[in-house]
């Protein structure tokens, strides 16, 4: 029902930064929270920083400062700007949607993305 499609990913050095984008598409009216995850090897997965249709948003203390998450209503977008990147923010980073309202009128909860590896490394 609901395609996400992260990107931006790569290789940094450390104090670099990068931003990944995830698209959301199918039949999409409106989407209440969108996030950013990450799961580092060994770590469970957590949250980086969400944001409501409204413009709240919520972070980590681990990248309050450094990162900033922003979405596009119109396009189903949301961003992450991460800047004055550390080695410990290497992960998978992961697009979450949730409460997602369809152009039948239907609503959908809870949808992930495939993952976006960000690694950072001298």
């Known amino acids: 029902q609901v395609q996400l499609v992260e990107s931006g990913g790569g290789l940094v050095q450390p104090g670099g930064s990068l931003r990944l984008s995830c698209a959301a598409s199918g039949s999409i009216f409106s989407i209440n929270t969108m996030a950013w995850y990450r799961q580092a090897p060994g770590k469970q997965r957590e949250l980086v920083a969400d944001?409501?249709?409204?413009?709240?948003?919520n972070y980590a203390d681990s990248v309050r400062g450094r990162f900033t998450i922003s979405r596009d209503n119109a396009k189903h977008t949301v961003y992450l700007q991460m800047k004055s990147l550390k080695p410990e923010d290497t992960a998978v980073y992961y697009c979450h949607v949730d409460r997602v309202g369809f152009l039948l009128g239907t609503v959908g909860m809870d949808y992930w993305g495939k993952g976006t590896l960000v690694t950072v490394s001298s």
């Open positions: 944001i409501t249709s409204g413009g709240i948003t």
